[in-house]
């Protein structure tokens, strides 16, 4: 019998999470996060191509470094690189999921969005109401907390560049926290 296809991501994650780091602490601060990781991972972090597919795991170790050399172990940090990485990513070359005004319209894209990203699993967009949804995650092989908090970061600032205001994004369900789901409330005014 096969076993299940290992959880992946686009190296565009990665790198985004390098280029976060370089700019929020400069380039030595890039250093410091690689020193902390085994020779294997070093070599894959320093030949990252953005549409190529990398375990997962390579990001965990990542996240992890980054969280112990730059976040003082606060895992909050992360919400600040999904911050950034919307930024990079959805005012260049994915610009076109954004819906100006549309809050709804944007997050109804959540499951190609989350194709681009990661190699299994779905996510799903739910209205709940006028100026409310719910966005959850299912059957990701692997998952982390850090990864999460990016995901809050990014769809926050995400409906901020469609120009919602007083955007929360706030989990309600965490796998990595023990869930059955990773699970999303979001509302804006």
């Known amino acids: ?3 299940p296809p290992r959880q992946q991501v686009k190296g565009g994650v990665l790198k985004s999470r390098l280029q ?9 601060a890039v250093q ?10 070093r070599k894959s972090l320093g030949m990252l ?3 190529q597919w990398y375990p997962f795991e390579v990001g965990m170790r990542l996240d992890a470094a980054i969280v112990k050399e730059l976040g003082n172990g606060r895992e909050e940090y992360f919400e600040r690189l999904g911050e950034a990485s919307a930024d990079k990513n959805l005012t260049t ?3 076109n999921f954004l819906t100006q005004g549309d809050a709804h319209g944007f997050l109804a894209k959540a499951p190609n969005i989350y194709k681009l990203y990661y190699g299994n699993g779905r996510r799903e967009y739910e209205r709940t109401g006028e100026r409310s949804g719910r966005l959850t995650t299912y059957d990701a092989e692997t998952f982390s907390a850090p990864d ?6 990014w769809y926050r600032r995400a409906l901020q560049l ?7 994004v706030v989990e309600t369900e965490c796998r990595a926290r023990g869930g059955s789901v990773c699970r999303y409330e979001v509302s804006w005014a």
């Open 49 to 51: 191509l953005t549409a």
């Open 20 to 28: 976060f780091v370089e700019d929020a602490a400069g380039k030595e």
């Open 162 to 168: 469609c120009g919602v205001s007083d955007v929360r």
């Open 1 to 3: 019998m096969q076993s």
């Open 93 to 95: 070359v994915h610009r």
């Open 32 to 41: 410091r996060v690689l020193a902390a990781l085994s020779d294997d991972d």
């Open 148 to 153: 999460c908090l990016t995901i809050v970061g």
